[in-house]
């Protein structure tokens, strides 16, 4: 059964930074692709960032520049640095993960099956 947990959420400061982490356990394909999203009160639920099994990345517009995802293979972790976080960066972060190769370049909601319970990251100006 495939599990994911993030931490690392908490309060920061406008232009302060933050990481978060995502364990994964029960996860063992070869093509796969997995993510970071993130929901905002009263707003859908978006895309952030992703990263594919042969190590190809991409972020949102709204992100780039600032965030980073990463992963660590021998540890089954998934990570997102955040840098130069803004107001707008308020959100709950969801780990996502799916069993089918993404295409570069997209965030689809609907494309991943498998979520974390989230973790909430504040920012305050």
């Known amino acids: 059964q495939v599990q994911l947990r993030e931490s690392g959420g908490g309060s920061e400061q406008a232009g302060g930074s933050l990481r978060l982490s995502c364990a994964v356990s029960?996860?063992?394909?070869?093509?796969?692709?997995m993510g970071w999203f993130r929901q905002a009160p009263g707003k859908e639920r978006e895309g952030v960032a992703a990263v594919r099994d042969d190590g190809a990345t991409w972020n949102a517009d709204s992100v780039k520049g600032r965030f980073t995802i990463s992963q660590d293979k021998a540890k089954n972790t998934l990570y997102l640095q955040m840098s130069s976080l803004e107001p707008e960066d308020t959100a709950t972060y969801y780990c996502?993960?799916?069993?089918?190769?993404?295409?570069?370049?997209?965030?689809?909601?609907?494309?991943?099956?498998?979520w974390g319970q989230g973790t909430q990251v504040t920012v305050s100006s």
């Open positions: 029960g996860y063992t394909y070869s093509d796969y692709c």
């Open positions: 996502a993960a799916t069993t089918r190769r993404c295409i570069v370049g997209t965030l689809y909601r609907s494309a991943f099956g498998y």
